[in-house]
């Protein structure tokens, strides 16, 4: 599993960061989504691919 996300689409919503603390946090200046593990540890990994799912604005993507 490998995560991206794109800031420029992030909306700042904060379901990401909400839903997997240890995978998303959100910046303090702009609120915007930043990614702490592109590769989540696999006890993450649900939360993670939950986190993909809740995004409003599609900012984070999903492979492997």
């Known amino acids: ?3 991206g996300v ?8 904060g379901m990401c ?3 997997a ?3 998303f946090d959100q910046d303090e200046e702009e609120g915007l989504v ?3 593990s592109p590769a989540p540890a ?3 990994r649900p939360a993670a691919r939950m986190a993909v799912g809740l995004c409003p604005a599609e ?3 999903l492979t492997g």
């Open 1 to 3: 599993m490998r995560l």
């Open 6 to 13: 794109d800031r420029q689409r992030c909306v700042g919503a």
């Open 17 to 19: 960061a909400l839903t």
């Open 21 to 23: 603390p240890a995978v």
């Open 34 to 36: 930043v990614l702490l």
């Open 42 to 44: 696999p006890e993450h």
């Open 59 to 61: 900012a984070i993507t």
